[in-house]
């Protein structure tokens, strides 16, 4: 039996104690443990490992041969470690060293992890069998979608083909397949990633339902439940199976799936990877840094996000720094880093195939027009470009309906029918969306009984349960265009004692302003909902003073708000 993987924190750096990381290498020890750990920093990058030989667990201290600091020496047996690359190169070829996790928190502080077992694949090994053509093939659907035939078993990553996400912000760029319900309802099996509405798609999963209500869904063990949300989606599912990480999950004699959480976001995001007769497929879907940054090598075919812009940051902001052509620089700056980023993962795990998805929405809706414009992507054929010029990886940019033979493939990867592309004439791209049932649902919560009564916003707050923090909001309802809504409420948050106060404080504090869209803030408040719906999904304009990001503030109200909606029923019995 595999055991479950679990991650263990063996070392904390204040914010700044990071801040003065010099550039190569630096010692640390943990004063509680006693035990000793190495840090390598080279610009953005960190590395990080134990301070102990893996001959005879001597300790390393600099070595004063090495001219580009860059390598430590044991002083019991004089073995050195090159500490850019975490290989020993004396004596040459013997080892490499175990890396640990490096996370950084919201306030910039970081976190040495070590995950264990640290590569769970490797348990219970299998050796590659040859694919017959047919056998295995992956065809795209839609954003982060993928219908995976797997021998005589279906498989479909993520879900979304109809409707929008992030409330109204996001909806999808292509047309997928006109057969995509009846796809899904023949799955076998499902993977969910994470709860973002760009994956876990409520209006998707109705339709599905209604069809196969006990289609096997799998999600991974995460601290907030992928389906935290059920019951109240009003959506029936009835055979939604929660699996620990790390472990490989059997679907037959020759499939088996394990699913691996993101070191970064590891209270809600997760990545998978699937193995048929010994072929790896590898879905590293939105994660930050999966699985700690330890991934298998050489995989069959790898998948993963590239595109950027899934963030309110910087479009939704104002004032200070934010002028046009700041933000303009700062996107593109951003975009660059995520493309040479995911160029050098995909050089360093030397995938037989890499497919660049998760990464094709769009902010269609009209009020959205200027993030539509501001919040540019990355090409997945930059990307492909990209990885062509340092290593000689096969990239395949997917569209709707597209399907690759994994068998012919890996075989030969020029085959003219290695990827069927759509019939020509097949649309790749929505023009149109269906808006309109989607903002009514929205709209029908500004009306409700609920806003009659002002004291509805202590009543949010006090459910919400983030205080002690010395920070100011001002809450501004708006309409579409971010200016104040007609009636609507204008008030503000003093989160040091959950107060209300008419006007700011007197004391030394951080302030922020958030303008939200009437629609779409009423809704979230009165189904309890995630703050993601709010700010990934465009629909509020933000001013601070100073301009810090309050990770804690933001981090409660994105991920941690309690699991069950607050009582409006009971709240409006004590109003009457």
Not at 502 to 521: G, L
Request: hydrophobic fraction near 35%; charged fraction near 25%; aromatic fraction near 12%.
């Amino acid at each position: 039996m595999d055991r479950k993987q679990t991650a263990e924190t063996l070392l904390s750096l204040t914010p700044a104690e990071t801040a003065n990381l010099k550039e190569g290498i630096n010692f640390f020890r943990n004063k509680t443990t006693g035990k000793e750990y190495i840090l390598y920093k080279e610009k953005d990058h960190l590395k990080a490992c134990k301070n102990l030989c893996k001959h005879q667990g001597g300790l390393f201290i600099k070595d004063i041969e090495d001219l580009d600091g860059r390598s430590v020496k044991c002083t019991k047996h004089n073995w050195k470690l090159d500490v850019s690359t975490m290989k020993y190169i004396n004596p040459p070829g013997s080892f490499c060293q175990d890396e640990l996790v490096v996370e950084m928190d919201g306030n910039n502080g970081l976190f040495l992890v070590e995950l264990n077992p640290p590569n769970p694949w490797d348990s219970n090994p299998r050796s590659p069998e040859e694919l017959a053509f047919g056998e295995v093939q992956i065809t795209y659907l839609t954003h982060a979608c993928m219908d995976l035939k797997l021998g005589d078993k279906q498989m479909v990553f993520d879900p979304w083909l109809i409707g929008p996400a992030f409330a109204r912000g996001w909806w999808l760029l292509h047309e997928p397949p006109s057969d995509w319900l009846e796809r899904l309802c023949k799955a076998d099996l499902i993977y969910i990633s994470h709860m973002h509405s760009d994956h876990l798609s409520y209006p998707t999963l109705k339709q599905l339902s209604q069809r196969r209500p006990d289609i096997p869904i799998y999600v991974g063990d995460t601290e907030r439940p992928v389906f935290w949300n059920l019951d109240q989606s009003g959506v029936r599912l009835t055979n939604i199976n929660v699996v620990p990480f790390g472990q490989w999950q059997q679907v037959d004699k020759n499939l088996r799936f394990m699913i691996l959480m993101d070191g970064v976001h590891p209270e809600m995001d997760t990545c998978i990877i699937v193995e048929y007769k010994g072929h790896k497929i590898l879905n590293t879907v939105d994660c930050t840094r999966p699985n700690g940054g330890r991934l298998p090598e050489k995989v069959a075919l790898m998948m993963s996000d590239f595109a950027g812009g899934a963030s309110g940051f910087p479009m939704t902001f104002s004032g200070g720094k934010f002028t046009e052509e700041w933000k303009a620089q700062f996107i593109k700056a951003e975009r660059r880093k995520l493309l040479n980023y995911k160029a050098q993962l995909v050089k360093d795990l030397q995938p037989r195939i890499y497919c660049p998805f998760a990464g094709y929405f769009v902010e269609s809706h009209p009020s959205d027009k200027y993030i539509k414009e501001t919040n540019v992507k990355n090409d997945p054929n930059q990307l492909n470009n990209l990885i062509k010029k340092n290593c000689d990886v096969v990239t395949w940019t997917p569209r709707p309906g597209a399907t690759l033979d994994l068998g012919r493939m890996l075989k030969d990867p020029t085959d003219s029918q290695g990827i069927v592309e759509p019939p020509e004439g097949t649309k790749i791209y929505k023009d149109s969306w269906d808006f309109g049932p989607y903002l009514s649902t929205l709209h029908s919560a500004v009306g409700d009984e609920i806003f009659l009564h002002s004291s509805w916003i202590k009543e949010y707050f006090t459910w919400a349960g983030f205080k002690s923090y010395n920070l100011v909001v001002r809450m501004i309802e708006t309409d579409e265009d971010f200016n104040p809504f007609p009636g609507g409420y204008d008030y503000l948050v003093d989160f040091l004692d959950l107060s209300f106060p008419k006007e700011r404080p007197s004391r030394e504090h951080p302030y922020e302003e958030i303008r939200s869209r009437v629609d779409v803030i009423r809704y979230v408040v009165k189904h309890g909902l995630l703050w993601d719906d709010l700010y990934i999904g465009f629909q509020t304009r933000l001013q601070r003073d100073p301009d810090i990001y309050h990770h804690l503030f933001w981090n409660h109200f994105q991920i941690k708000l309690p699991l069950t909606p607050p009582n409006w029923k009971l709240f409006l019995m004590h109003c009457d």
